[in-house]
């Protein structure tokens, strides 16, 4: 038998967000009276954890699909999709240009190097893009002030056969917090006006704050760029994933595969980093920072023990931690234990007691971690 340790991947989860993401989308559109925005769902970094086929399936009814690696790129084409996929950070270097035009992908041009790279291409195809602007966040994208300039070069590319479709792009620094998106709207506004083409904006936390920013009310197609939410975690500090109806998609699951009765003052883990004000049962699970779990959440983080919520306590080590068995006087070896997921607590609540963020702790589930696949 392996290790007891598992993730399970839902996909009907992965479906099931796609679609609450989809009716607040056209929600927002009907109260608006404009076309709803179209989905780039995000699988960037193996699906955030998740798997690339397993999110290929589970998002068949996205509009396109948003990445950054080519080889996860050729992955979805190999696994049938068809449809649009979108390079997010574009590509790097010339060679990257052959696989961008053999798998007909849509590429990111935030800078005057990529455009020189596409013209001394030889492409079979018209390239599509999005050519993305800069918007206070300075990380890609052109400066406001060279951005109709950029987008006037794309124009001539169009005209000569080489670039297709051309959609405005820009990401946010700040849609999950207070300062929100106005301030890089209003730059995005300026900066694009009169320029032809769809606009591409909206990632999770701006689709399900600001939905309305979305709707299509020109002619010109709105896309929206989701990625966490649709894994069911939320990209916000403040407002849960379940609250918008998100379901996880990720389960970590695990057992107890020892116990041991710690007296009055007894430590436990490295560092004796707690010690026991009662004698206490201590239960031991087959889980640890070499399996993704984060080595920083501290005494106190919750986990669920058959079915009950209890908390870790002592150090994460690398293939172990401990947990209160106080709350479940019952369990025992072989008991069930979930770290985050489906009966346990959400992905979110572990990595904020962690002082971390749900996208990192699926990123980071390690490949050692058996995955099985609920279709
Ligand atoms: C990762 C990413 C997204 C998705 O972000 P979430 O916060 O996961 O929704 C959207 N756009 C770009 C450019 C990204 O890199």
Redesign the pocket.
């Known amino acids: 038998m392996p290790r007891p340790i598992s993730a399970s991947i839902s996909v009907p989860a992965l479906r099931h967000n796609l679609s609450v993401v989809r009716r607040h989308l056209d929600q927002a559109a009907q109260l608006a009276g404009g076309e709803a925005a179209s989905i ?1 769902a ?1 699988i ?1 970094a193996n699906a ?1 954890g998740h798997g690339i086929e397993r999110a290929v399936s589970g998002f068949s009814a996205a509009q396109g699909l ?1 990445m ?1 690696d080519l080889d996860e790129a050729v992955r979805c084409r190999e696994a049938g999709w068809g449809g649009p996929i979108l390079l ?2 574009g590509f790097f270097h010339p060679a990257d240009l052959e696989i961008v035009d053999r798998y007909h992908l849509t590429v ?1 041009v935030h800078d005057d190097a990529q455009f020189d790279m596409i013209e001394a291409a030889h492409l079979s195809r018209r390239l599509n893009i999005q050519l ?1 602007l800069n918007s206070g966040m300075n990380r ?1 994208g052109y400066a406001p002030a060279t951005y109709a300039a950029a987008h006037a070069r794309a124009e001539q590319l169009q005209q000569r056969g080489v670039v297709g479709s051309l959609t405005k ?1 820009t ?1 946010f620094a700040t ?2 917090g207070p300062q929100g998106i106005a301030q890089a709207m209003d730059i995005f506004t300026r900066a694009t006006e009169g320029l032809a083409g769809a606009s591409s904006v ?4 701006a ?1 399900l704050r600001y939905p309305e920013i979305s709707v299509s009310r020109d002619g010109a197609p709105q896309w929206v ?6 894994y069911g975690a939320t ?1 916000f500090s403040d407002v849960a994933a379940s609250s918008y109806g998100l379901r996880p998609a990720m389960t970590l699951s695990s057992e107890i595969i020892g116990v041991q009765s710690v007296p009055a003052g007894g430590s436990v883990g490295y560092g004796a980093a707690f010690r026991a004000d009662r004698r206490m049962r201590v239960g031991v699970v087959a889980c640890g920072y070499a399996d993704g779990y984060p080595r920083h959440a501290p005494t106190g983080t919750p986990v669920t023990v058959a079915g009950v919520a209890t908390r870790l306590v002592g150090r994460v080590s690398m293939d172990m931690i401990t947990v209160d068995l106080d709350p479940v006087p019952d369990a025992g070896i072989g008991a069930s234990v979930v770290l985050w997921g489906e009966g346990g607590p959400s992905v979110d609540e572990v990595a904020q007691t962690a002082g971390t963020l749900g ?1 990192e702790l699926m990123c980071a589930l390690a490949p050692r971690v058996r995955v099985q696949a609920l279709s």
């Open positions: 780039w995000v960037k955030y948003a950054l997010l950070e990111t993305k890609l792009m990401h849609a999950d909206c990632n999770s936390a689709t760029r989701p990625g966490v939410c649709l990209p996208y």
